[in-house]
């Protein structure tokens, strides 16, 4: 039964496998491990997705308009609209790109305590002689368009040096904040165990919103809303990230 669940859950926010690429046009000569932890109580995260490239705002930037991979990952933990946007690399930018399998979820919550995820998640992602800056994306799973991560940290310069930050929820603002399980992601529920409506892994067009990213103002609750912010909220930082130059 706890496997058929994990099953069930990993599905349901798209996960892919573990996957390591770096687009062929760019020569591999450094190598970084990454280690990201999930700071919260009731707020797991999706599968982080990894970038190293050159240049900031890669993959998104505070006070712009989300892109359609973020805002896939961020609305349905859906990864591969911007997995597919790194590997075909329109603009040059990008060296090397990572994601795990499971995602991260708060200590004592069923997601750790019955079905066995963890707290942090390593990567290990390559980067070229170019390649400057990191960005990661993670959606907060109990929201409705909520996603942490870090825009162009930059990366360790040297074999042995590390660096780590500190990462905030945000609000894609792609999509309103209804707080209703009906419109949010499956695994919700099942991680926190707190259980509704079975939920959706699909965008629903009606709730669309043309907003630019900015900060989460957190889970407000109420009535006619599923999310309880004494369960489901968090304070910021909500996730640490901490890279390593290892070649």
Not at 152 to 172: C, F, Q, W
Not at 194 to 215: E, K, M, R
Request: proline share 7%; net charge negative.
């Amino acid at each position: 039964m706890r496997s058929m669940r994990r099953f069930a859950l990993l599905a349901g926010i798209g996960a892919v496998g573990l996957l390591a690429f770096a687009p062929s046009a760019m020569a591999q000569d450094r190598e970084y491990e990454v280690t990201i932890t999930n700071l919260t109580s009731g707020q797991p995260l999706t599968p982080p997705v990894v970038a190293t490239h050159h240049g900031r705002h890669a993959v998104f930037e505070v006070g712009q308009p989300a892109s359609v991979g973020v805002r896939e990952i961020a609305e349905n933990g859906n990864s591969a609209p911007l997995r597919e946007f790194i590997q075909s690399d329109p603009l040059g930018q990008f060296a090397g790109f990572a994601e795990t399998m499971e995602p991260l979820v708060p200590p004592g919550t069923p997601g750790e305590e019955e079905m066995g995820f963890e707290q942090s998640a390593t990567l290990t992602v390559e980067g070229g002689r170019r390649a400057n800056r990191l960005s990661w994306v993670s959606m907060l799973i109990c929201t409705n368009d909520g996603f942490t991560g870090v825009d162009g940290l930059e990366l360790p310069a040297k074999v042995g040096k590390s660096t780590t930050e500190s990462t905030n929820a945000y609000d894609a603002f792609t999509e309103l904040n209804t707080e209703r399980y009906a419109d949010i992601v499956p695994p919700c529920q099942g991680l926190i165990g707190d259980f509704g409506d079975p939920g959706t892994a699909v965008s629903n067009p009606a709730l669309a919103q043309g907003g630019v990213i900015t900060h989460h103002a957190g889970i407000q609750g109420g009535v006619g809303r599923d999310l309880d912010p004494e369960l489901h909220g968090w304070e910021d930082p909500v996730a640490t990230i901490e890279v390593e130059r290892t070649g």
